[in-house]
Structure formats: structure tokens, C-alpha cells
């Protein structure tokens, strides 16, 4: 598990150095129990206990940077620093191994449930993947091994029992709890696979500037659409934009400025459009609308509604914004006309708007329909 996080460490997954100190504190805390009878009781008992009760407290702040959450640092350091003193005077003050053990379990599972409850506190459940699913389940099974360790423990609180005793149950929990954490450290590697992976799929699919979608994944979504309006029939428009004079803004501003121009353009284009429908940054300043399912009509009016809430003319600059305007031309799909055809009149209506005056809508002339 070590390895493979020091390999998903070098593409910035978060909470994947708290994950490794994780297993680093395991790794040091096992040897220090394997020398009980041997080592000072010092080491073998209180510091490998601290160690290994380190190892889910660091799975859990990974869990909590991961999903973009603040790591309560101090009541979690006031929480271990609790159970090693209730766990010292257990074995200093009344020496009773059988009630560390049950506290170090209740230790533990609380931990786990913690775990679990970050993990399954989502806002939307229905995005959540696998991974943190699996992750979640893992936890939510430690918990309940903990807590019927700490029952079983706890009924013998006043019995002479070792951690060591050749039985069945002792064999069963060393087992269990020798897996739960690369088990669980696996589930972390999932999501930080998993987080890497979308990662790298929206920055192929979307324009680093805009955030908007990029010219491939356009031209992917509209082939899927366009083949969807050929089988079912329903209209398909497309609207392709660009802002006015853009050179003259990069020229008097600055590109810095001309870049958030283009930044505050998708914005409110997304403001305007709706969820179904695609805002595609095309190159330089030129971007382009899929509207499924919207007819000729009902596309001219959103194409209006898109000119004036993107016309920032109106007092010059204001809060920063550079003022600018766009023009657009409009399509709509005519039946067997393929993707490319619709866009290249789309193209030609925009064209037309700004050898018009610029700042306005003009809607491409129907094509003829193309013989099935």
C-alpha cells in the first residue's frame, strides 16, 4: 500500500500523505507489540498503542482532506491523548489488560465510524462511486468488529486474559486486524485513483480557461446528439458566437484582460442556457451553443436573451469588466443533415451579424432536406 501511494503521492491526490503516515505508524507499531515480554512495557504497551491508534486517525484526516473537508485537529489530538491516558491507568494504576483491550477497540471503532459518516455525508448520494462506497463499507465493517471486540473484552473486564492466549477468537481478531488497514488503505487508493482520473478527463474534455467545454468533447456531445435527433425527430439548433472587436480589447487592456472577458462570457452564457444544453469554447474567442430538443423558434429567442446578457457595453467598464459585445448566428438542424453542415451555416449566419453591424442574431436560411 506504501508503494502504491508514493506513486499516487506525485500527482497531488489530497489526504495521500496522511494515508501513508498512516501505514507508517502501523508499520512501527507492530514490531513494538511483537516485543512484549521483551521490550520495555514503556514501548510495547503505551507507545505501540499511541502508534496504532495514530494509524486510523491519520486514515481519517486523509478521508477529510480528500473530500475537501477541515481536519479537526485539535479534538482528534484531545481524543488520543484521552484514551492513552485512560489506557496508562489501566495498566499502571488497576492493571486490567482485558479493559485496555476494550478501550482500545471502542478507540478504534469510534474512529472507524467516523470514517464511515464522512464518507457517506454527501449532499448528492447518487454521485457517489464506487470507491468511496467501498471504502465506506470497509469502515462500517471495522466498526462492528471493534464493537464486539470491545463487548466481548469488556463482559471479562475482571478476568486474567492475554492478547496472546492460542484461542480461536484471539486468532480471529489478530487476523482481522492485521487486514483492516491495507483493506482500508485500499479503499483510499480507489478514490485517489478515482479523483485522479476525473481529473485528468475533465481537463481533456474542458478549456483551461473558460472552464467551458473544449472543441473534442463539442464535437463528441454534438455527434451524440445529432444522431439522437435523427432517430427520434426532435429539433436540433445550434448557435455559434464570438466577441466583437476582440483584438481591440486585447490591444487597449491587456490579455490578461481579454481573458476574463472570455472567463465572464461562459459564465453567463451557462446562466442563460440550460443543464442539457453544451457552451463550447470553439478557439480564440469563438464559442459555440448545442440546444437539443429546441426548435428554430424557441432557439432565435434564447439566442436573444444569450446577445443581451452578454452585451457589457453599456457605462464603459464596470466593476472591473471590460465592456463587449457579441454576435451570433444561428441553425437548426434540417432532417439528414449531418453535424458539420448545420455548424458550417451556423458559421455563415455569424459571419452575416457582423458584416451586419455586430451585436446582434442572425438565423442561417433553412437547409433543404436531405433525401433519406
Known amino acids: 500500500m506504501l508503494l502504491v501511494l508514493r506513486s499516487l503521492a506525485r500527482n497531488g491526490a489530497p489526504g495521500v500523505r496522511a494515508w501513508s503516515q498512516a501505514n507508517w505508524l ?12 521483551t521490550l520495555p512495557d514503556l514501548l510495547s504497551i503505551e507507545l505501540a498503542n499511541l502508534l496504532f491508534l495514530g494509524a486510523p486517525v491519520m486514515m481519517y484526516a486523509g478521508f477529510l482532506q480528500h473530500l475537501g473537508r477541515p481536519v479537526p485537529v485539535r479534538a482528534l489530538a484531545a481524543a488520543v491523548a484521552g484514551a492513552t491516558a485512560l489506557l ?59 464493537g464486539l471486540r470491545t463487548v466481548i473484552y469488556g463482559a471479562h473486564y475482571d478476568a486474567r486474559i492475554t492478547l496472546f492466549d492460542p484461542t ?66 426532435n429539433p436540433l439548433s445550434v448557435l455559434v458566437f464570438d466577441v466583437d472587436h476582440f483584438k481591440a480589447i486585447n490591444d487597449t487592456h491587456g490579455h490578461a484582460a481579454g481573458d476574463q472577458v472570455l472567463a465572464d462570457i461562459v459564465l453567463r452564457t451557462e446562466s442563460v442556457i440550460r443543464s442539457v444544453d453544451v457552451c463550447a469554447r470553439l478557439g480564440g474567442e469563438e464559442f459555440a451553443v448545442l440546444l437539443p430538443d429546441t426548435a428554430p423558434d424557441t432557439a432565435q429567442l434564447v439566442a436573444e436573451r444569450l446577445r443581451a446578457a452578454l452585451d457589457q457595453t453599456a457605462g464603459g467598464d464596470r466593476g472591473g469588466r471590460v465592456g463587449c459585445t457579441v454576435s451570433i448566428g444561428l441553425a437548426a438542424l434540417a432532417p439528414g443533415e449531418s453535424l458539420a453542415a448545420v455548424l458550417k451555416r451556423a458559421d455563415a449566419a455569424l459571419y452575416q451579424a457582423k458584416a451586419g453591424g455586430r451585436n446582434r442574431v442572425c438565423v442561417a436560411a433553412p437547409a433543404a432536406a436531405v433525401p433519406a
Open 26 to 37: 502501523a508499520i512501527v507499531a507492530l514490531p513494538l507489540y511483537a516485543g512484549r515480554g
Open 88 to 146: 496508562a491507568l489501566f495498566h499502571y494504576g488497576v492493571d486490567a489488560i482485558a479493559v485496555r483491550v476494550a478501550l482500545s477497540s471502542f478507540s478504534h471503532g469510534a474512529l472507524y465510524a467516523a470514517i464511515a459518516y464522512a464518507l457517506l455525508r454527501q449532499d448528492r448520494p447518487a454521485r457517489m462511486g464506487y470507491p468511496q462506497r467501498f471504502a465506506a463499507g470497509v469502515a462500517l465493517l471495522l466498526l462492528a468488529i471493534h
Open 168 to 233: 480461536v477468537l484471539n486468532f480471529v481478531f489478530f487476523t482481522l486486524g492485521t487486514l483492516a488497514l491495507p483493506v482500508l488503505t485500499l479503499g483510499a487508493v480507489m478514490m485517489a485513483n478515482d479523483a485522479i482520473i476525473r481529473r485528468t478527463t475533465w481537463a481533456a474534455e474542458h478549456d483551461h480557461l473558460t472552464g467551458a467545454w473544449s472543441r473534442r468533447a463539442f464535437f463528441s456531445l454534438g455527434e451524440r446528439e445529432h444522431e439522437r435527433a435523427q432517430r427520434s425527430g
